[in-house]
């Protein structure tokens, strides 16, 4: 299902939404992964993807993550001059490159699990970010 | 089962018996050719494998593992530098012993992750495709932790034990451990009637060195001198800080014609030492003084010291730069 549509007054996609949609979506792979790997790793493992694509996607510096999960609050306020398409982008390639950190640890374990779940959900993202 | 392999893991003692706990409680859980723990602090490598798995098959798990590690963020690690262990049992039946030419199918391998930080990692391979599912990671990820919380224990007993024994300046054992280690190796020699050779020295005007330059240099030049010392002696000598700028070196199973040997080679080595201390090349020379048992017929390990202590005084008195041994009360 689509996700509720909210659109600004130039009539594009707001910062706030993208953003409201990948908390959605870290979310649901941080509860997912955290129950196979544990919390320790998957924290450990996120950091590291930010950290390979922060400089990149800056924006990602400012999510917050703990062994209690992944917080957007900060980067919020950092994505208002930000492009929703780059903030799209920028969650894209973080969520690609935890993929790929999954396949190496695990091979096919943890993806398998993820993406029947997951993947329709990212998929749907972009399809309604590109609308616009 | 898993609750008694978490146990086994949680008492163990030294890596070693974590891999054993592990080991021998695994097959319990999973179907695994080799279980890895590699512990980045060492670079060693430990792998509990079937004892059918042929050598290529671990050479492969052991660059796997390397690969995984370096794809976690770490810096690249030279196969080279890595010391493994094998530990080879029977884990299957008879009738399904692994394959000559068996290759890593797959594998399951983790972080070992504490407080952010990355110890190193576990794995567990198999030369059958697909042979771990998500019950398995679950299972596996919990006795990951529990053994990154045993190293990470263990890696906080190993630092106490360092601030312990090692002199935090020069990094060489401090005299607490010198007093610990000489009992030992006098106690041994006393007892067995072999020689021990104990050597003081003493840096020369050192006080000069911290009046003009200051002791930020001063404290410099220690640390080199300690260097140098920790250079010259052999394996199984103990170099300690003795205090200030006096140093000690146990030389067990030295007679006097070794000790003298050695300790005539650190004043050379010192006095033909150029040191490059506060945009200048400074020279400095070491007074040394030795005692020996037999010889000195000392009856305790603090008259050893005193002997050796008196010797030192001796090469001061004498002009420094000089090496005495102690005779009574005349030295040479």
Redesign the interface.
């Known amino acids: 299902m689509a996700p509720a549509v909210k659109v600004d007054k130039g009539g594009k996609w707001s910062s706030d939404l993208v953003l409201d949609l990948y908390s959605n979506l870290l979310t649901e792979i941080w509860e997912l992964v955290s129950?196979?790997?544990?919390e320790?790793?998957l924290?450990?493992l996120f950091?590291?993807a930010i950290?390979?694509l922060g400089e990149k996607y800056p924006f990602l510096n400012s999510l917050k993550v703990s062994d209690d999960g992944i917080s957007l609050d900060e980067a919020r306020e950092d994505c208002r001059t930000v492009a929703p398409i780059e903030i799209n982008r920028g969650f894209q390639s973080l969520i690609n490159h935890l993929s790929q950190?999954f396949s190496?640890?695990?091979?096919?374990?943890?993806n398998?699990?993820l993406f029947p779940k997951v993947f329709p959900k990212v998929k749907e993202a972009e399809r309604i970010i590109s609308q616009k | 089962m898993l609750r008694s392999t978490i146990n086994a893991i949680s008492t163990s003692i030294e890596m070693k018996e974590i891999v054993e706990s592990a080991g021998t409680n695994l097959p319990n859980l999973f179907d695994f050719s080799s279980f890895g723990v590699f512990w980045k602090e060492d670079l060693l490598l430990f792998l509990y494998q079937e004892e059918s798995c042929p050598p290529p098959f671990t050479q492969e798990v052991v660059k796997n593992i390397i690969k995984v590690f370096s794809v976690l963020g770490e810096e690249p690690i030279d196969e080279e530098r890595i010391t493994l262990q094998v530990e080879n049992r029977k884990l299957r039946p008879k009738q399904m012993v692994m394959d000559p030419k068996a290759t890593l199918k797959s594998h399951l391998t983790l972080p070992l992750v504490i407080e952010e930080e990355i110890l190193g990692c576990i794995a567990l391979n198999s030369d059958q495709p697909n042979a771990f599912d998500a019950q398995d990671l679950q299972f596996f990820s919990v006795i990951g932790y529990q053994i990154a919380a045993t190293l990470k224990h263990f890696q906080r007993l190993s630092s106490i034990k360092n601030i312990a024994i090692y002199d935090t300046l020069t990094g060489l054992y401090n005299r607490r451990y010198f007093e610990e280690r000489l009992g030992l190796d006098a106690q041994k020699s006393f007892y067995g009637g072999t020689p021990l050779s104990l050597v003081m020295a003493d840096i020369d005007h050192f006080k000069k060195v911290n009046d003009t330059l200051g002791h930020t240099e001063g404290d410099r030049v220690l640390f080199e001198i300690a260097n140098l010392l920790k250079a010259s002696v052999r394996k199984k000598d103990t170099v300690a800080r003795y205090g200030g700028e006096e140093f000690i070196l146990i030389l067990p199973e030295a007679g006097l014609g070794e000790a003298s040997m050695i300790a005539e080679r650190i004043r050379k080595l010192v006095e033909g030492t150029p040191f490059e201390i506060a945009n200048a090349r400074i020279n400095l020379t070491v007074s040394m003084g030795i005692s020996n048992f037999p010889s000195n017929r000392a009856k305790s390990k603090e008259e050893l010291v005193k002997m050796a202590d008196e010797a030192l005084y001796d090469a001061k008195r004498g002009g420094r730069n000089k090496v005495c041994i102690f005779t009574g009360r005349s030295a040479q």
Do not use: P, S, Y
């Open positions: 129950a196979l790997i544990g320790a790793i924290a450990f950091t590291l950290r390979k950190l190496a640890l695990a091979e096919g374990v943890i398998k699990e």
